[in-house]
């Protein structure tokens, strides 16, 4: 496991024990703080890490994409992304017959192709 994944599991793990005081707190078994301007700015930050969680999660879950989604995404035709492939001018995976290519590749090959 690479370092981020790591972090992202340190957060799950702070997250589930958040989410378990605070069903404790609705419950009357603890007392909840009695500054309302606490309780706010720590919703605040968990709303943040949740929301930087769920983006770091992007790119710690390779997700990889067909000929068919990226033509869809870069409005080219299949034959097109297919010259990209047979060429080497996209990094691919074939998995038998077929192409698969990572997101962050194809992002990589439009920000290289940009003009």
Request: glycine share 0%.
């Given at each position: 496991m690479n370092d981020l994944g790591k972090l992202l599991q340190r957060y799950d793990e702070w997250a589930k024990e958040r989410a378990d005081i605070c069903e404790r707190d609705n419950d009357g078994g603890i007392e909840s703080p009695s500054s309302s301007e606490w309780q706010n700015s720590d919703d605040t930050a968990f709303d943040l890490l949740e929301s930087m969680a769920?983006?770091?999660?992007?790119?710690?879950?390779?997700?990889?994409?067909?000929?068919?989604?990226?033509a869809e995404k870069m409005r080219v035709s299949k034959m097109t992304v297919y010259r990209l492939c047979h060429s080497g001018q996209l990094p691919t995976i074939r998995v038998g017959r077929s192409f698969r290519v990572l997101e962050t590749d194809l992002a990589g090959f439009v920000r290289q192709s940009e003009i």
């Open positions: 769920f983006e770091l999660r992007k790119f710690a879950e390779p997700n990889y994409l067909t000929v068919d989604e990226i």
